[in-house]
T-cell receptor
Framework: EDKVVQSPLSLVVHEGDTVTLNCSYE??????LLWYKQEKKAPTFLFML????IEKKSGRLSSILDKKELFSILNITATQTGDSAVYLC?????????????FGKGTKLSVKP | DGGITQSPKYLFRKEGQNVTLSCEQN?????MYWYRQDPGQGLRLIYY???????QKGDIAEGYSVSREKKESFPLTVTSAQKNPTAFYLC?????????????FGPGTRLTVL
C-alpha cells in the first residue's frame, strides 16, 4: 500500500531555532513530492520536488528530495512564531489516474517566542 | 477575484441526514477534488473529477456522492451511510492534463454531526 510518513508528528521550538521536518514515502508510481503549510484552513503550497539532490529555497525555507532513499526534508532556519503551522508532505501518485496526492499526517510545528 | 469558494464554513447536521457541501471555482480549472481531514491525519481523497460529467472514487468514497454538471462546480453530498462524517472537508482544483499541476485549495467546510 502506498504511504507517506512524516516525522516528528509534533515539534516545539523557540524563535531563532532551526528545524528539520522529515518525510519518507513508499509510492509505486511516484513522480514528485510536495510540501504544504497549513495554518487554520487550506494548505498553502511551498515546494514541489521532482529531481533528486536539487535544493529548493524560498526565504528561510528549503527542501530537498532523495529519490534513492525515498525521503525529503524541509528545513526552516531562524524560526519565527509565524512559522507555527502543520506542515504536510504529499507524494504525487500516477497509478491509475493523473496526479493524485497521497498525504502524510503532517508535522505540527509550534514556535514559541 | 479568482479562486475557490466553499460553503458553508461550518455545518451541523443530525445523524441520519444527508448534507451537501458546495465547492465553486472560477479559475477555469478542469480538475476538481474533495479531501477529508481528521485530527492528526493528512488529507484523504474522497472523489475527484478530471472533466465535466465525469468523476472517480478516491480512497474513502464510501458514504459520499458527487456530481460534476458544470466545470465550475463540484458539490459533495455526505450521506447517512457515512459512519463518521464529522471532519474538515477541503475542495481543490487544478488545471488537470497529463502531468501534475498544482492544486489550489478552498477554505474548507467543518462538518459536525450532532
Amino acid at each position: 500500500e502506498d504511504k507517506v510518513v512524516q516525522s516528528p508528528l509534533s515539534l516545539v521550538v523557540h524563535e531563532g531555532d532551526t528545524v528539520t521536518l522529515n518525510c519518507s514515502y513508499e509510492v509505486t508510481n511516484f513522480r514528485s513530492l510536495l510540501w504544504y503549510k497549513q495554518e487554520k484552513k487550506a494548505p498553502t503550497f511551498l515546494f514541489m520536488l521532482t529531481s533528486s539532490g536539487i535544493e529548493k529555497k524560498s526565504g528561510r525555507l528549503s527542501s530537498i528530495l532523495d529519490k534513492k532513499e525515498l525521503f525529503s526534508i524541509l528545513n526552516i532556519t531562524a524560526t519565527q512564531t509565524g512559522d507555527s503551522a502543520v506542515y504536510l508532505c504529499a507524494a504525487i501518485d500516477y497509478g491509475g489516474s493523473q496526479g493524485n496526492l497521497i498525504f502524510g499526517k503532517g508535522t505540527k510545528l509550534s514556535v514559541k517566542p | 477575484d479568482g479562486g475557490i469558494t466553499q460553503s458553508p464554513k461550518y455545518l451541523f447536521r443530525k445523524e441520519g441526514q444527508n448534507v451537501t457541501l458546495s465547492c465553486e471555482q472560477n479559475l477555469n480549472h478542469d480538475a476538481m477534488y474533495w479531501y477529508r481531514q481528521d485530527p492528526g491525519q493528512g488529507l484523504r481523497l474522497i472523489y475527484y473529477s478530471q472533466i465535466v460529467n465525469d468523476f472517480q472514487k478516491g480512497d474513502i468514497a464510501e458514504g459520499y456522492s458527487v456530481s460534476r454538471e458544470k466545470k465550475e462546480s463540484f458539490p459533495l453530498t455526505v450521506t447517512s451511510a457515512q459512519k463518521n462524517p464529522t471532519a474538515f472537508y477541503l475542495c481543490a482544483s487544478s488545471t488537470g492534463g497529463s502531468s501534475y499541476n498544482e492544486q489550489f485549495f478552498g477554505p474548507g467546510t467543518r462538518l459536525t454531526v450532532l
